[in-house]
């Protein structure tokens, strides 16, 4: 029931839908929705917690992110808990988390 246009975004590690997030502050990425994996069973998600510690003593991992206004960059979105960032993902008309949306506040 996708739009045409509307392309799957898909995790290169675990095949999860990505989810539409807006960043508070997107600094030189831009205004437009970050496409991240939300499946806390990703394999990028369980291993970064081991990494992060490994190599800098910090509770923290990392979701697998494309930023789509940069010629979707790859690029790791840190997270601090299986909660973290959830509150910014985008919410859809029609319930496809794929869907594309406008700015919600534009
Ligand atoms: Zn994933």
């Not at 999860?16 to 030189?28: C, K, R, T």
């Not at 985008?90 to 949306?101: D, E, L, S, W």
Request: glycine share 6%; proline share 8%.
């Amino acid at each position: 029931m996708q739009a045409p246009d509307a392309k799957s975004l898909i995790c290169e590690h675990c095949g999860a839908e990505l989810q539409p997030v807006l960043m508070p502050d997107a600094g030189g990425w831009g205004q437009d929705p970050h496409w991240v994996c939300f499946n806390d069973h990703c394999t990028y998600f369980l291993e970064g917690w081991s990494w992060m510690w490994e190599r800098y003593r910090v509770r923290a991992s990392y979701r697998f992110r494309i930023v789509d206004s940069v010629n979707e960059t790859v690029s790791p979105l840190p997270v601090w808990s299986k909660s973290a960032l959830r509150n910014l993902i985008i919410k859809t008309p029609n319930g496809h988390p794929n869907a594309r949306v406008e700015h919600p506040e534009a």
